[in-house]
């Protein structure tokens, strides 16, 4: 099984990036899915979650009104549409999914739950 993030790469403040994350060796369309970031010298940090359904989605209070997070079933894919990009918000970005199918969202904030990593995409965000 393997997470193919894609989509990182230099932006100016006030700029917008799209990540995906498109998965293969298995289907994830009954699993949450997601993004985490980590920035340089912190700990990795939930971003956004996606369920199954596509009706319940999760943001964190930094990225709320500027990240928009969808998924296409079919494609297997999950994305981050990342708008009005900030300097804080430079990191590398995991996206997620827990192996768990039916989970509610509310527990992937907790990565120590997840059983799938992407290898990241950095995103770095000039002032």
């Known amino acids: 099984v393997q997470l193919q993030a894609s989509g990182g790469g230099l932006v100016q403040a006030g700029g917008s990036l799209r990540l995906s994350c498109a998965a293969s060796?298995?289907?994830?369309?009954?699993?949450?899915m997601g993004w985490f970031r980590q920035a340089p010298g912190k700990e990795r940090e939930f971003v956004a979650s996606?369920?199954?359904?596509?009706?319940?989605?999760y943001y964190a209070n930094s990225v709320k009104g500027r990240f928009t997070i969808s998924r296409d079933n079919a494609k297997n894919t999950v994305y981050l549409q990342m708008n009005s990009l900030k300097p804080e918000d430079t990191a590398v970005y995991y996206c997620?999914?827990?192996?768990?199918?039916?989970?509610?969202?509310?527990?992937?904030?907790?990565?120590?739950?997840?059983?799938?990593w992407g290898q990241g995409t950095e995103v770095t965000v000039s002032s």
């Open positions: 997620a999914a827990d192996g768990t199918a039916y989970r509610g969202g509310s527990a992937f904030t907790n990565s120590q739950l997840l059983d799938y």
């Open positions: 996606i369920s199954w359904s596509i009706s319940n989605k």
């Open positions: 060796g298995r289907t994830f369309s009954s699993n949450t």
